[in-house]
């Protein structure tokens, strides 16, 4: 389920997080840094806001302005979503801008060995929007049914939908099929697994939408519904 402001409920708090590399406790953390911490109304940002948003400050410092264009966000979510952040001791403020805590470094590492960076393919016959965007998740394809899950999820987020592929015997494929449905997408084929380099049991979701960041976060949203299955 992707999760939208509900319930009060505590943040984590940097012990909670410090070394922890398993996946449902990555999956915690990042679930309750989305969820409402104070009485009023409840800013918009959700879970794949969340990941997003480490990715972009583990690369480099960055300030509010910068993320709320990122983002899409207005200035007050943004605030509110730094404030999350803090609390839970994964973001602090720099002399250059938001950096991550040694525990927001050590999330993140434990996240991208779960969830690759997000990359931008084509329009084809295999997608469903304008502009799509993949991720990679690591060793998840026996959770894969038709990928109707990773769909859904990616709906919930505005995206138009989502394609889920599973890499096995060295192969791209639609689960619940023997089709070569590259077969007359080499071009795309070659681009996705250059870039993202899966390996067996791994799985590729393309989030569609009608502009780059509600693909990218229907991708992310479709790649945590499938962590939480696992």
């Given at each position: 389920m992707t999760l939208w402001f509900g319930d009060t409920?505590?943040?984590?708090?940097?012990?909670r997080i410090k070394g922890e590399g398993n996946t449902l406790n990555i999956l915690q953390v990042i679930e309750d840094a989305a969820i409402k911490i104070a009485p009023g109304k409840a800013p918009y940002f959700i879970e794949a806001?969340?990941?997003?948003?480490?990715?972009?400050i583990n690369r480099k410092p960055v300030g509010r302005?910068?993320?709320?264009?990122?983002?899409?966000?207005?200035?007050?979510?943004?605030r509110t979503l730094v404030k999350h952040l803090e609390k839970a001791g994964l973001i602090e403020t720099s002399r250059e801008g938001i950096v991550l805590t040694r525990s927001g470094q050590e999330l993140v590492s434990n996240m991208k060995s779960r969830i690759?960076?997000?990359?931008?393919?084509?329009?084809?016959?295999?997608?469903?929007?304008?502009?799509n965007v993949a991720v990679l998740v690591r060793g998840v394809a026996e959770s894969v049914k038709a990928g109707l899950e990773q769909r859904d999820a990616a709906i919930k987020v505005g995206a138009h939908g989502a394609t889920t592929l599973?890499?096995?015997?060295?192969?791209?494929?639609?689960?619940?099929?023997?089709?070569?449905v590259f077969r007359e997408l080499p071009k795309v084929r070659d681009m996705i697994i250059s870039r993202l380099t899966p390996r067996?049991?791994?799985?590729?979701?393309?989030?569609?939408?009608?502009?780059?960041?509600?693909?990218?976060?229907?991708?992310?949203?479709a790649a945590l519904e499938t962590l939480k299955a696992k």
């Open positions: 409920k505590a943040i984590p708090t940097p012990s806001h969340i990941v997003k948003v480490l990715m972009i302005v910068s993320l709320a264009k990122a983002l899409g966000l207005g200035e007050g979510s943004i690759s960076e997000t990359t931008e393919v084509p329009k084809s016959a295999l997608t469903v929007g304008a502009f599973t890499f096995r015997n060295g192969r791209l494929s639609m689960p619940l099929t023997n089709e070569d067996e049991d791994d799985i590729v979701v393309i989030g569609s939408a009608g502009d780059r960041l509600t693909a990218e976060l229907g991708a992310i949203a």
